[in-house]
């Protein structure tokens, strides 16, 4: 993965996976098929879109690091928390950013393996 300066990340983009090991992690996708669970990142402030709450707040980046402010969430009671459970859990730690081929972002936690798999949500035409 290359490293950008100030990396531009904005735009949305679709949570793949939140890692914490090789054994415990969250796949979107997995848990709840037909909702499109993303994260937008707009100039300094993200918006985050589960199965049924968001998540919002400020961010800044500064080369390969990235600290992403508390946020505002929304706390509506849903069948699988597990999305909500794992982001309020690894946002804390994000500290680094990888961005390959403006179309994947790998937000770095503070162990190797922990990190958050976006893909670039491209729109259909």
């Not at 290359?2 to 996708?29: C, K, L």
């Not at 709450?53 to 069948?79: F, P, Q, R």
Request: aromatic share 8%; glycine share 4%; net charge negative.
């Amino acid at each position: 993965m290359e490293t950008v300066t100030d990396a531009d990340i904005r735009g949305q983009w679709y949570i793949e996976n939140i890692v914490f090991n090789d054994s415990n992690y969250v796949r979107p996708d997995e848990t709840i098929h037909s909702v499109r669970q993303y994260i937008s990142f707009e100039d300094s402030t993200y918006f985050i879109q589960t199965n049924c709450n968001t998540i919002s707040g400020t961010y800044t980046i500064k080369g390969d690091s990235i600290a992403l402010g508390d946020g505002a969430m929304t706390e509506m009671a849903c069948d699988d928390m597990s999305v909500e459970d794992a982001l309020r859990r690894i946002l804390p730690d994000i500290s680094t950013i990888d961005v390959q081929n403006d179309s994947v972002v790998r937000l770095n936690g503070s162990t190797p393996a922990e990190c958050i798999l976006l893909r670039k949500a491209f729109e259909r035409k």
